[in-house]
């Protein structure tokens, strides 16, 4: 009986109570909250709904407890249910009940834990969308790792997902990388506000072996060539850099093809029309304040050029325009403002505010040997990906990023990350897997073929009871992990369950040993440690980790 089973079971026999009593059972929320409680010593699981409900009903909260612990004990699977405090209920699951879990397990495979809740909701999910100037620093890896899990959290939950990259190959930031490899090209310093390091120089380097003769151009067609091949060339080495991370996308939209395409043109004519921008002082803006934004936004400038904003409402028209019913922006540190940006833009071409979703993600700071890692040995003046995977591999580097709140700034340890030890969370994890994976080889060489009928019920000891628990919670971890988008919760909760495996390990034997005969609990264990195995698996892949069958 996995959590959320147990919460309706809790709910119908609260309907069953009230309803006996020609009370109003609509008073019952549609979701029962059952948890398992600190100290294992009140039970396996806890629900507070008699606190909840039974004012509302005209009943002391013990008195409802007490009827519905009365309810619970009769049912099948329930061993106990004890009223505590002001009338908090604990229940104790029949070892038979909680065996089920391990059933479903084995049963589901890499299928158990997903749901339905997004099932038809199309989601747009961009992310990384580095501007095509550089390397990707430890900023767009984080998102790199945070998103392409995100995407396959909201993907197990029935969502179709769109993976999109947005490459900004349009504006000033453009203009500044030209001159850059211009400059390089010609053996001149960097300009003051470009772009430096040992890339620049290779990627300039290549623009003249493909057109040897680029520097002979007329100035306009010299400028031309270095953009349109020094950014092809960062465009393919960002996507290889990205796919060898394990990050692939489905779509690479260009932001020049907004403009090229007259699509910024036409929805800023379209908005005019409408009386949805209005002209002061030469510029025409847009009044997003009337939807919450801090200040109104200039789309048009007064010299008659696009703000950035205008490429941004040509973008999400596209999007909604392709059928996604949910666009999730995800935005570096510095970009809090397009918060109320987007919304404000979502309403003013007539949808929803809640058509998108943005998603702030803090920095990100390597250190070792206690003290900051600062330098890139490419890029010189920031720490890139390649960097990042260099010293860690690629393992390492996805779990770390993806196991704290994108709110929250992190500092990595690269020498924790190195060690191949309990201290190291990735190394902890893939111990877990690797070690009960050694486990079925070891039942194999033994002869112990699984069974496919066993007796679950003999799972009776505290830790097989609090590893079943724990496996039963994933179902309900995930579907968390991608109602809030915080695909870090599968990390923190993977994590739990291998201490859950260690400690069940280090009290109860799995495999006979010397002459002893397989007996039934030992193929019981086998499936318990069968079900852990595969739960670690299917959480890592929604990481993007390796599951090591040996380490």
């Known amino acids: 009986m996995t959590p959320s089973a147990l919460a309706d079971l809790v709910r119908s026999s609260a309907v069953t ?19 398992r409680p600190r100290n294992p010593e009140h039970g396996d699981y806890a629900t507070n709904v008699a606190l909840q409900v039974a004012k509302k009903v005209g009943l002391a909260p013990r008195e409802l407890a007490d009827a519905l612990a009365a309810e619970l004990a009769a049912t099948d699977g329930v061993e106990a249910a004890e009223v505590a405090g002001p009338g908090f209920l604990n229940l104790r699951l029949a070892a038979d009940a909680q065996g089920e879990i391990v059933a479903r397990v084995l049963a589901e495979g890499e299928g158990f834990g997903r749901g339905d809740s997004l099932a038809g909701t199309k989601i747009n999910l961009e992310f990384v969308s580095a501007n095509p100037t550089g390397p990707i620093h430890l900023g767009g890896t984080r998102w790199a790792a945070v998103g392409d899990a995100l995407g396959r959290v909201l993907s197990a939950q029935g ?3 769109t993976r999109e990259y947005y490459f900004n190959d349009a504006g000033a930031q453009i203009d500044r990388y030209v001159s850059s490899l211009l400059a390089a090209a010609e053996g001149r310093p960097a300009p003051e506000d470009g772009y430096a ?20 151009l007329p100035e306009d067609e010299c400028r031309e060539t270095f953009r349109r091949i020094g950014v092809g060339l960062m465009f393919e080495e960002i996507k290889q850099s990205l796919h060898d991370f394990g990050t692939d996308f489905d779509v690479f939209f260009h932001e020049d093809s907004l403009h090229a395409g007259g699509a910024v043109a036409g929805v800023v004519e379209e908005l005019k029309a409408t009386g949805a921008l209005y002209e002061s002082d030469g510029a025409w803006w847009m009044r997003t304040t009337d939807q919450g934004d801090d200040k109104d936004r200039v789309v048009i400038k007064s010299d008659g050029d696009p703000a950035y904003i205008a490429g941004d409402i040509a973008y999400l028209r596209d999007k909604v325009d392709r059928g996604f019913d949910l666009c999730i922006y995800m935005l570096g540190a510095d970009h809090h403002g397009y918060i109320g940006r987007l919304k404000a833009t979502a309403v ?3 949808y929803d505010a809640n058509v998108v979703e943005v998603l702030i993600g803090q920095m990100v700071n390597l250190v070792s040997g206690g003290k900051p890692v600062r330098m890139s040995k490419r890029a010189g003046t920031v720490v890139t990906l390649e960097d ?7 393992d390492a580097a996805r779990y770390e990023l993806t196991r704290y709140s994108v709110d929250s700034g992190i500092d990595i340890d690269l020498d924790l990350l190195r060690k191949h030890t309990n201290e190291n969370p ?27 009928e066993v007796d ?51 009290v109860a034997r799995v495999l006979p040993q010397g002459d002893e005969a397989p007996s039934d609990l030992t193929f019981a264990r086998l499936a318990l440690c069968e079900a852990a195995r595969q739960v670690i698996a299917n959480g890592l892949s929604l990481l993007g980790v390796s599951a090591p069958e040996r380490m």
Do not use: C, N, W
Request: glycine content about 8%.
């Open 388 to 394: 990042l995977v260099e010293a860690v591999g690629v």
């Open 17 to 35: 109570v009230l309803e006996a009593r020609g009370l109003d059972a609509g008073v019952l929320p549609e979701q029962v909250t059952v948890e």
């Open 456 to 506: 679950l019920g003999l799972l009776s000891h505290p830790r097989e009871g609090d590893l079943i628990r724990t496996i039963g919670e994933f179902p309900s971890v995930l579907a968390k992990a991608a109602e809030l988008r915080e695909p870090h919760r599968i990390a923190r909760y993977l994590e739990a369950l291998a201490s859950a495996y260690h400690k069940f390990y280090d």
């Open 426 to 452: 990735v190394f902890y994890v893939q111990y877990a897997h690797a070690r009960l994976a050694s486990l079925q080889r070891g039942a194999a060489e033994l002869g112990i073929e699984r069974r496919t």
């Open 348 to 350: 003013t071409l007539g």
């Open 159 to 161: 969502a179709e997902v």
């Open 197 to 216: 390091g040992a890339y620049i120089d290779d990627i300039a380097s290549a623009v003249l072996r493909k057109e040897p003769d680029a520097l002979a």
